[in-house]
């Protein structure tokens, strides 16, 4: 784990990001919409390469800390927080399904990204 978050850091990713938000900023009132948008985009993009990085470190660090390691924080933080990303980015409805949370949670999961935490969750209801 410690070389991947090692590797983050030296990216300097998270200072990138700043200096172009703040480049951003200055120029928002001048910019055409699609130059706002292609920033805003830009953004995104660089965020969620942050985010894969993160979940990599996350995966990584879970294997580590062994079998039940990390169970009580990947419930009580990471799935609330994921389960609360799928209810905006639907307009609060999960799928327009009756999912519960931790159905939801064990989806994103077998989607491969936690594939070492899945087995760390034996009581996962």
Known sequence: MASSLKKLIKAESCRLMQEKLESWSKDYEINSCDQNLNQCCELIEMTSMIQGQLFTILNETSQDGGHYAGVKTI???????????????????????????????????????????????????
């Open 75 to 125: 419930k009580t933080r990471l799935l609330p927080w994921l389960g609360s990303w799928f209810s905006h980015a639907t307009s609060g409805r999960l799928f327009e399904t009756s999912l519960s949370l931790n159905q939801v949670g064990r989806k994103f999961i077998f989607k491969g990204i936690f594939k070492g935490i899945i087995e760390s969750l034996p009581h996962f209801a």
